[in-house]
């Protein structure tokens, strides 16, 4: 055991210390559009404390591309200067630690990138007062295009709701407003399907008495459109894209679905909406007026407009919206991946709340057969 043990120490003693990266071997950004800048953290450890400072560089490494390529079977072109700035600054150890501090490296206007195309930035860590890791001496930043949506909320018997509104004066007083939802119904044996709003005042679902199960229907104060059309009924298991835009001046209410118009009414007695309202009488998402008139299915990128928004508006954006867009309020994506908890991603932070767990479901969207993309 003695002999053990003093040759453990002699291999500890003799044990070379080398630098290394910490930031993981390859990070791979989405192309998309409301990705616009990205910023990520470099930083460099050793495995035990040294008793001098450590000085260490990062530098783009060009001749890595090839290496990139090779082992991950892609065909990338290296990021150009343009879409990233990383400071010329060294990392430093201070002695007696293990990690320096992070450098931060910013990539600018990712989404003027071009989707076809794989992009990457190869990283490359360099020392001159210690000896470098040589397998872990590179990080790979890769960009490509790819599903704009991963997670969805499944909402079969279950709602979303608030308990009280951070700042419902973003969404009360609306006059000229766009409500959005992009849905995946199962079936539509419901009375009601849900989709969003406040019953009484200004509600979109599918659904009513006399009224085809599966046609969209918006129930106002001064009163409901379009008329029943059983042709003008949305397809069980297909994503569609469901909007309402609403001119306070003209008092008109168009429907869209999937981008194209598919009514039209004008109802210049409606006046303004406010949304703002909590609890079970409040505004609510797959619920109104009791549980049964739930929507079973899935939801995704839920929006409330303070304009009316045109058709190419509507028609150009079903996947996703850049949070600070002109006229967005209020955008729940619903694509948590878990908890209860659906964000609104706006400045405007009104977070809603699930009345039980959601069911998060994994899909690939867009697809090719969504609407008229």
């Known amino acids: 055991m003695l002999f053990i043990f003093q040759s453990c120490k002699q291999d500890d003693e003799n044990f070379e210390n080398k630098l290394f990266l910490l930031s993981p071997k390859l990070e791979t950004i989405l192309i998309k559009p409301s990705v616009i800048n990205v910023e990520k953290q470099i930083q460099v450890a050793i495995a035990k404390p040294q ?37 010329n600054a060294d990392l430093k150890i201070t002695a007696g630690s293990v990690k320096s501090e992070s450098l931060n490296i910013t990539f600018k206007n990712v989404n003027a990138l071009d989707k076809s195309k794989v992009y990457v930035l190869p990283i490359s860590l360099n020392s001159s007062s210690l000896s470098v890791l040589n397998s872990e001496s590179i990080s790979y930043f890769c960009f490509k295009g790819g599903d704009l949506i991963n997670k969805v909320a499944g909402l079969e018997k279950n709602y979303l709701y608030f308990d009280s509104w951070k700042n419902p004066a973003v969404v009360n007083n609306l006059r000229s407003f766009t409500l959005e939802a992009l849905v995946r119904a199962k079936d539509f044996k419901n009375f009601i399907s849900t989709i969003m709003g406040i019953e009484g005042k200004f509600l979109i679902r599918i659904g009513d008495a006399g009224f085809p199960s599966n046609q969209v229907q918006v129930a106002t104060t001064a009163g409901n459109m379009p008329g029943a059309d059983p042709n003008k ?50 505004f609510q998402i797959g619920r109104s007026y009791e ?83």
């Open 291 to 373: 549980d049964a008139r739930y929507f079973n299915g899935e939801f995704s990128e839920v929006r409330i407009w303070n304009k009316e928004r045109s058709k190419d508006e509507i028609a150009g954006n079903f996947y996703e919206v850049p949070v600070d867009s002109e006229g967005l309020v209020s955008y729940w994506k619903c694509n948590e991946g878990e908890g209860n908890l659906i964000k609104d991603h706006t400045a405007n932070q009104n977070h809603m709340i699930a009345k039980s767990a959601i069911n998060w479901v994994n899909v690939a969207l867009p697809e090719k057969t969504v609407g008229t993309k």
């Open 51 to 87: 008793d001098a400072e450590i000085l260490a560089k990062v530098s783009v490494d060009e001749n890595q591309v090839a290496r990139f390529n090779q082992a991950f079977e892609e065909k990338a072109e290296l990021l150009t200067k343009e879409f990233y700035d990383l400071p």
């Open 233 to 282: 009924g949305l397809t069980a298991n297909k994503w569609t894209h469901i909007a309402v835009a609403v001119n306070g001046t003209t008092g008109s209410i168009k429907l869209y679905i999937d981008g194209a118009l598919q009514a039209e009414v004008l109802k210049p007695s409606l006046g303004a909406v406010n949304f703002g309202i909590a609890g079970i009488n409040g």
